[in-house]
């Protein structure tokens, strides 16, 4: 089936320091996600990336969704503590099909 | 933004019994919702699609008849697990469609299962 890799798998990083991840792909998707989530909870949604080479801001946050489908970064500026959590990916094919989710990124903030 | 509850947030049941897990759309109308198993620091995985008033569509290797799915309404879908054993503890998160957001998905607060 569909996979993405997502990377890094963990990263530690100094409170106001800038943050990039991303995902690639085998395949094309015509939508990418954005999610984050916190221990024992949901997974809450960030960005949502509709077109090939768009560029999306959320607060402190950018996504863009590759020119080629296939992959798609996240970045998160001048992070603070409660950035700390599980960051994943996700690709949609079409309308309702099932998301494709990377694996996940932890990221650790020290303040 | 688009609100899914889901109930309970947490369940403790004996091994053999069996549980109900309901996943709820708030303020939208979702005529499909999926549902996903997490185990500890993994990413989430797809165990079936649920379509309002059809069957639902399981993945390869997801049991149909221990994982009951159901979905009456276009606010409600349920998971049971029948027969529980130690195995199915996990967690048990749920996302619902919503077309009048350009498909974006939102994702229940999940449930996490005990089975002992």
């Known amino acids: 089936g569909q996979q993405l890799n997502q990377s890094p798998q963990s990263m530690f990083i100094q409170e106001g320091e800038d943050v990039s991840m991303n995902c690639t792909s085998s395949s094309i998707f015509n939508t990418w996600l954005w999610y984050k989530q916190d221990p024992g909870e949901g997974p809450v949604l960030l960005i949502a990336?509709?077109?090939?080479?768009e560029l999306t801001s959320n607060g402190r946050l950018t996504a863009q969704f590759g020119i080629t489908r296939k992959d798609s970064f996240l970045n998160i500026s001048a992070s603070i503590p409660s950035d700390v959590g599980i960051y994943f990916c996700a690709g949609l094919v079409s309308g309702n099909t099932p998301l494709v989710f990377g694996k996940g990124t932890r990221l650790s903030v020290i303040a | 933004g688009a609100v899914v509850s889901q109930h309970p947030s947490r369940v403790i049941c004996k091994s053999g019994t069996s549980v109900k897990i309901e996943c709820r759309s708030l303020d939208f109308q979702a005529t499909t919702m999926f549902w996903y198993r997490q185990f500890p620091k993994q990413s989430l995985m797809l165990m079936a699609t649920s379509n309002e008033g059809s069957k639902a569509t399981y993945e390869q290797g997801v049991e149909k008849d221990k994982f009951l799915i159901n979905h009456a309404s276009l606010t409600l879908s349920t998971l049971t697990v029948t027969s529980a054993h130690p195995e199915d503890s996990s967690f048990y998160i749920c996302?619902?469609?919503?077309?009048?957001?350009?498909?974006?998905?939102?994702f229940g607060p999940g449930t996490r299962l005990t089975v002992t």
């Open positions: 996302s619902a469609l919503s077309r009048a957001r350009s498909y974006e998905q939102y």
């Open positions: 990336l509709y077109k090939a080479g």
